[in-house]
């Protein structure tokens, strides 16, 4: 095996791309039958010369443990980015919601973008039509097209209004969840919904989804 010779610190700086010149040579000579043994983690060290503190990029053993940077999140900083709801309805927070409540919010805060009703609107309908079921590519709305409930909760509470994100309380994300569950006329105007009735609410495009349940290997493509 050769060893490199003559390292000054002026080569240090090309480390990375002896590391991978080197890698090559290794890859290039292991399980090839030939007779140079392959370079191991322990050639590399006792080879180059400490430099500032550390002796091997791969050993971080030696990194200090903090750079004191920072200091740990509040439980209540992150319960507020811990706002994601499952498909079962777990993240649903407490609080209710029913339709003609969520009306009321809609127009003043909804209806600009989406229209009224929730159809139409410069940024597109959030409710199925009777037309819509003739169209041969219906627009994808709420109704035909999202597979959970409780995805629509969980997307108004992150991202809508689209202007003010985040600035809808809890219980105004139920009434309007309600109310867009109403209008595509997957619930009745009566019905309340909460943590408990939502992921109970069975979407019409939820057979249009298969659910990806591979395992990894060689099945993954
Ligand atoms: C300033 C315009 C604006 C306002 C106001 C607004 N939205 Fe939106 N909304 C958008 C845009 C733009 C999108 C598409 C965003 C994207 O695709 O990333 C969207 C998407 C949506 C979607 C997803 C539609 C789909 O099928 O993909 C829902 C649901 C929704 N908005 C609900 C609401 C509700 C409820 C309100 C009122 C609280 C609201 N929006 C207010 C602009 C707006």
Redesign the pocket.
């Known amino acids: 095996m050769q060893k490199p010779i003559g390292i000054t610190s002026k080569l240090l700086f090309q480390l990375p791309i002896l590391i991978s010149v080197l890698g090559v040579f290794y890859e290039k000579n292991s399980g090839t039958g030939s007779d140079t043994p392959p370079l191991s983690a322990s050639f590399f060290q006792q080879s180059l010369p400490p430099v500032s503190g550390f002796n091997s990029f791969s050993d971080t053993t030696l990194l200090p443990s903090s750079f004191g940077f920072g200091r740990p999140a509040t439980q209540a900083e992150i319960d507020k980015l811990d706002i994601d709801v499952r498909p079962d309805g777990k993240g649903l927070p407490t609080g209710s919601g029913i339709s003609s409540r969520g009306k009321l919010?809609?127009d003043a805060?909804?209806v600009?973008?989406?229209g009224a009703g929730g159809i139409g609107g410069?940024?597109?309908s959030?409710v199925t039509t009777t037309a819509d079921a003739k169209e041969k590519r219906p627009e994808?709305?709420?109704g035909n097209?999202?597979p959970y409930a409780t995805t629509?909760f969980d997307?108004?509470r992150r991202?809508?209004?689209?202007?003010a994100p985040g600035s809808?309380t809890n219980e105004e994300v139920y009434h309007?969840t309600a109310y867009?569950l109403n209008a595509n006329k997957l619930i009745d105007e009566k019905t309340v919904i909460d943590a408990k009735s939502l992921p109970k609410v069975v979407m019409p495009a939820q057979k249009l989804f298969i659910p990806d349940d591979r395992k990894g290997g060689p099945e993954v493509k």
């Open positions: 919010i809609f805060k909804c600009a973008c989406h410069p940024n597109g959030l994808k709305t709420i097209y999202w629509v997307y108004i991202a809508m209004p689209f202007n809808l309007l867009l």
